[in-house]
């Protein structure tokens, strides 16, 4: 059994060149397909086939034995009649020991003669007076009992293992004595081994083969699923163009049709989702609102520039914090733990103490189980500011028309009360309506002109006009308001400066706003001037 062991072992080194030392252990092995399918399977053939040659050398064995028993139960028998008629059983010993020479050399084994009570008469192989009282043999007191017995034990004359077969010997009134036959087992044992390393050979022989044919089956089925395991590595490493030839049309053959239609559906899948990835990130990237998302236990997952911006955070440095360390804003850390708390959305307007910047915070569960949040940061800072603005431009316009509207007023009033009766008075109260209601005009356009320069569509219309063409109409449109304010306005633009190539009504404009704010901020008993000048540029 070692030697098959052992022949096993030979061929399934022999069987794979690439195997690798048995102190690598027992596990790598069994981390292979091929052993996994060939090794039970040897396993199996190594245990029948031990099993038959065990069964067989026993069964060959017993045969052996049995063969044994009955040819010495015939010869005993055939002893036994041949000296049934001799009457000296009686005696006390020495008379069939000639006798049991002679049948022994006849039938090469160990003849003995026992009478009645147990002496030993003779025997072809020891003396026969040194030899004890036989009646308590097994096989005699078998053959005293039955007629015939059968013993195989251990000889304490011989010395070594043997088989007896004793038969009564006598006639009608009783048991004249015993005749027995005896030969070693030994010579059984012999080709019974003989026999038993034939059919070790042959089991051997039976199991390298049966080795061989497991190893090339194995083998046949493992290298497509090995095949297959290097094209799915190469698709883990980025190759998703890779594909597997189907060799086959059983079931590893299906395995491999289907597994590439797998691969392209996958890669389809993962084109898809890279692009829209890209496109998220592109959204995330470039959007002005701030976006942040927090996992279940308040870390931070994502976070877009904008937000980083916001919060004054480096984006690298946010992620896997907290969110408290992330926003450093008790209203907006609120805010989030309400959403976080309670599963609902929440929003506020914030103003951040810093960078003078207005916030409106949304909070959003994103989920049931994970309770995670999205955390939208909306930079309304250039809204309010412009809303300010419009505030603060219609209070400014509310304060130049009521100006102008007074003084319509009054001089409607004073006209009503009797000015009329003094022509030269009543035609300057009406010039001083005039110039009223040009400025009303003036603002007017002024408005008209905002408006169009903010969408885009105010013209610039130049000509040849002179300086004083384009400051004295202001100027004077505004004196009244410096005289009423407690101002001097005085104004030195000589006539002898060069025409211009200008926008007169935007120029207009333009002194109209400088003057007007003069007057607004200068004290009253202040003095105003209004000059130009030729410039000199040296090059």
Same mark, same amino acid.
């Given at each position: 059994?070692?030697? &098959?062991?052992?022949?096993?072992?030979?061929?399934?080194?022999?069987?794979?060149?690439?195997?690798?030392?048995?102190?690598?252990?027992?596990?790598?092995? /069994?981390?292979?397909?091929?052993?996994?399918?060939?090794?039970?399977?040897?396993?199996?053939?190594?245990?029948?086939?031990?099993?038959?040659?065990?069964? &067989?050398?026993?069964?060959?064995?017993?045969?052996?034995?049995?063969?044994?028993?009955?040819?010495?139960?015939?010869?005993?028998?055939?002893?036994?009649?041949?000296?049934?008629?001799?009457?000296?059983?009686?005696?006390?010993?020495?008379?069939?020991?000639?006798?049991?020479? @002679?049948?022994?050399?006849?039938?090469?084994?160990?003849?003995?003669?026992?009478?009645?009570?147990? %002496?030993?008469?003779?025997?072809?192989?020891?003396?026969?007076?040194?030899?004890?009282?036989?009646?308590?043999?097994?096989?005699?007191?078998e053959a005293l009992a039955s007629g015939r017995g059968t013993s195989t034990r251990f000889s304490e004359t011989m010395?070594?293992?043997?088989?007896?077969?004793?038969?009564?010997?006598?006639?009608?009134?009783?048991?004249?004595?015993?005749?027995?036959?005896?030969?070693?087992?030994?010579?059984?044992?012999?080709?019974?081994?003989?026999?038993?390393?034939?059919?070790?050979?042959?089991?051997? &022989?039976?199991?390298?083969?049966?080795? !061989?044919?497991? !190893?090339?089956?194995?083998?046949?089925?493992?290298?497509?699923?090995?095949?297959?395991?290097?094209?799915? @590595?190469?698709?883990?490493?980025?190759?998703?163009?890779?594909?597997?030839?189907?060799?086959?049309?059983?079931?590893?053959?299906?395995?491999?049709?289907? /597994?590439?239609?797998?691969?392209?559906?996958?890669?389809?899948?993962?084109?898809?989702?890279?692009?829209?990835? @890209?496109?998220?990130?592109?959204?995330?990237?470039?959007?002005?609102?701030?976006?942040?998302?927090?996992?279940?236990?308040?870390?931070?997952?994502?976070?877009?520039?904008?937000?980083?911006?916001?919060?004054?955070?480096?984006?690298?440095?946010? &992620?896997?914090?907290?969110?408290?360390?992330?926003?450093?804003? @008790?209203?907006?850390?609120?805010?989030? #733990?309400?959403?976080?708390?309670?599963?609902?959305?929440?929003?506020?307007?914030?103003?951040?103490?810093? %960078?003078?910047?207005?916030?409106?915070?949304?909070?959003?569960?994103?989920?049931?189980?994970?309770?995670?949040?999205?955390?939208?940061?909306?930079?309304?800072? #250039?809204?309010?500011?412009?809303?300010?603005? #419009?505030?603060?431009? !219609?209070?400014?316009?509310?304060?130049?028309?009521?100006?102008?509207?007074?003084?319509?007023?009054?001089?409607?009033?004073?006209?009503?009360?009797?000015?009329? %009766?003094?022509?030269?008075?009543?035609?300057?109260?009406?010039?001083?309506?005039?110039?009223?209601?040009?400025?009303?005009?003036?603002?007017?356009?002024?408005l008209l002109q905002l408006s169009r320069i903010e969408s885009g569509r105010a013209p610039i219309r130049l000509e040849?006009?002179?300086?004083?063409?384009?400051?004295?109409?202001?100027?004077?449109?505004? #004196?009244?308001?410096?005289?009423?304010?407690?101002?001097?306005?005085?104004?030195?633009?000589?006539?002898?400066?060069?025409?211009?190539?200008?926008?007169?009504?935007?120029? %207009?404009?333009?002194?109209?706003?400088?003057?007007?704010?003069?007057?607004?901020?200068?004290?009253?008993?202040?003095?105003?001037?209004?000059?130009?000048?030729?410039?000199?540029?040296?090059?």
């Amino acid at each position: 059994m070692a030697g &098959l062991v052992a022949l096993l072992s030979i061929a399934v080194v022999t069987a794979d060149p690439q195997a690798r030392p048995v102190t690598e252990g027992i596990g790598v092995v /069994f981390r292979s397909l091929r052993w996994r399918i060939a090794i039970p399977y040897l396993i199996l053939i190594l245990l029948a086939m031990g099993g038959m040659a065990v069964y &067989l050398s026993d069964l060959i064995r017993q045969s052996y034995l049995e063969d044994l028993q009955g040819k010495l139960t015939a010869e005993a028998q055939l002893i036994g009649d041949a000296v049934q008629s001799i009457p000296e059983w009686e005696a006390t010993g020495g008379r069939f020991d000639g006798l049991a020479q @002679h049948y022994a050399d006849l039938l090469s084994a160990r003849v003995t003669f026992i009478n009645a009570a147990g %002496q030993v008469l003779g025997d072809s192989h020891a003396d026969w007076m040194q030899m004890d009282n036989h009646l308590r043999r097994p096989e005699v007191q078998e053959a005293l009992a039955s007629g015939r017995g059968t013993s195989t034990r251990f000889s304490e004359t011989m010395g070594y293992r043997m088989m007896y077969v004793a038969v009564s010997v006598g006639g009608g009134d009783g048991i004249d004595g015993f005749a027995r036959v005896a030969l070693p087992v030994s010579q059984v044992e012999a080709r019974v081994a003989q026999l038993r390393r034939v059919i070790l050979l042959v089991a051997a &022989l039976v199991v390298f083969g049966a080795a !061989i044919l497991a !190893i090339l089956i194995a083998e046949r089925i493992a290298r497509p699923v090995r095949d297959l395991t290097d094209v799915v @590595h190469r698709m883990t490493d980025g190759d998703l163009s890779a594909r597997l030839l189907p060799t086959t049309h059983d079931e590893i053959g299906e395995l491999t049709r289907s /597994f590439n239609q797998m691969a392209v559906h996958l890669r389809e899948t993962i084109n898809s989702l890279t692009e829209q990835q @890209h496109q998220l990130s592109a959204v995330m990237n470039n959007m002005a609102d701030g976006v942040l998302i927090t996992d279940d236990q308040g870390l931070v997952e994502l976070i877009n520039p904008a937000a980083a911006q916001l919060l004054g955070i480096v984006r690298q440095e946010a &992620l896997g914090r907290s969110f408290a360390q992330v926003a450093r804003d @008790h209203r907006i850390i609120d805010l989030w #733990r309400r959403c976080h708390d309670e599963r609902a959305e929440q929003v506020e307007p914030i103003e951040m103490d810093r %960078q003078d910047t207005f916030l409106q915070v949304i909070a959003t569960p994103l989920g049931e189980a994970d309770r995670a949040c999205l955390i939208i940061l909306q930079n309304l800072t #250039r809204v309010r500011r412009l809303e300010t603005v #419009r505030r603060d431009f !219609i209070s400014n316009i509310s304060h130049e028309l009521r100006t102008p509207m007074a003084a319509l007023k009054a001089l409607v009033d004073t006209l009503r009360d009797g000015a009329l %009766q003094d022509p030269p008075a009543a035609r300057r109260f009406l010039d001083r309506m005039d110039m009223e209601v040009d400025a009303l005009t003036q603002m007017v356009q002024e408005l008209l002109q905002l408006s169009r320069i903010e969408s885009g569509r105010a013209p610039i219309r130049l000509e040849r006009v002179s300086v004083a063409e384009m400051v004295m109409p202001p100027v004077e449109r505004l #004196r009244p308001q410096a005289e009423r304010a407690g101002l001097v306005l005085s104004v030195d633009v000589p006539f002898s400066l060069p025409f211009l190539l200008a926008d007169t009504d935007r120029i %207009q404009q333009v002194v109209t706003n400088v003057v007007h704010n003069a007057i607004k901020f200068t004290p009253p008993g202040g003095r105003i001037e209004v000059s130009a000048s030729r410039l000199r540029v040296t090059r």
